[in-house]
């Protein structure tokens, strides 16, 4: 069975322009999360979704960031304008969505490079 | 006070020998607890999950936890070098069912 698929594995962009990730969560999961990465922050959560609706956003860094999931089996995560210290490792993970006690399954990630 | 805490190391084994991972979380009401290994440009890989007091064996894995003194280990007996990576202990917070808060991560190095 596929795990979580990510694309693009990565991304040059200069700043200002826009960019769009996409995941696709492994079947039947019904949770699906956005995580950074960085060597100075670690690994933070973004947002996550449950039955595709929002339900956590907190960690959205600011407005430029924006997030949807309009089903089952597919999101995007959107940067726009894009900076140079939103280079990171992008990673989507995806869950059962049973809540607490659940175990994530991450995929590749996608590595973003603004300059 | 963060809310999950790890040594960042680098921790250094030599082959063979047992290595003993670390963490610390801040939220008494946490019951579920995972580890995950993460090599170097890779995405994080679960390897092991505890829910309750006690240990829990898996190969050479084994997680450890006490809930009474918030406290989460991770062994692994008879290291190889390619046990050499970053083990990130995570922690769901009770006030959030589905957000699964990270430690930094601690960094291992088996020795050959």
């Known amino acids: 069975d596929a795990g979580v698929i990510q694309s693009p594995r990565h991304e040059v962009t200069e700043m200002g322009q826009e960019v769009t990730l996409r995941c696709k969560p492994i079947?039947?999961?019904?949770?699906l999360f956005w995580y950074r990465q960085t060597m100075m922050r670690g690994l933070e959560l973004l947002i996550y979704?449950?039955?595709?609706?929002?339900i956590d956003d907190s960690g959205m860094p600011e407005d430029r960031f924006s997030a949807k999931m309009p089903n089952a089996s597919f999101s995007t995560l959107k940067i726009q304008p894009s900076e140079p210290r939103d280079s990171a490792v992008y990673f989507c993970a995806s869950s059962w969505g049973q809540g607490e006690g659940d175990e994530q399954y991450f995929g590749p990630g996608t590595r973003l490079t603004v300059t | 006070q963060k809310e999950v805490e790890q040594n960042s190391g680098p921790l250094s084994v030599p082959e063979g020998a047992i290595a003993s991972l670390n963490c610390t979380y801040s939220d008494r009401g946490s019951q579920s607890f995972f580890w995950y290994r993460q090599y170097s440009g890779k995405s994080p890989e679960l390897i092991m999950f505890i829910y309750s007091n006690g240990d829990k064996e898996d190969g050479r894995f084994t997680a450890q936890l006490n809930k009474a003194s918030q406290y989460v280990s991770l062994l692994i007996r008879d290291s190889q070098p390619s046990d050499s990576a970053t083990y990130l202990c995570?922690?769901?917070?009770?006030?959030?069912?589905?957000?699964?808060?990270f430690g930094s991560g601690t960094r291992l190095l088996v020795r050959p």
């Open positions: 079947s039947g999961h019904n949770s």
């Open positions: 995570a922690v769901y917070g009770m006030d959030s069912s589905y957000k699964l808060i």
């Open positions: 979704f449950n039955n595709n609706v929002p």
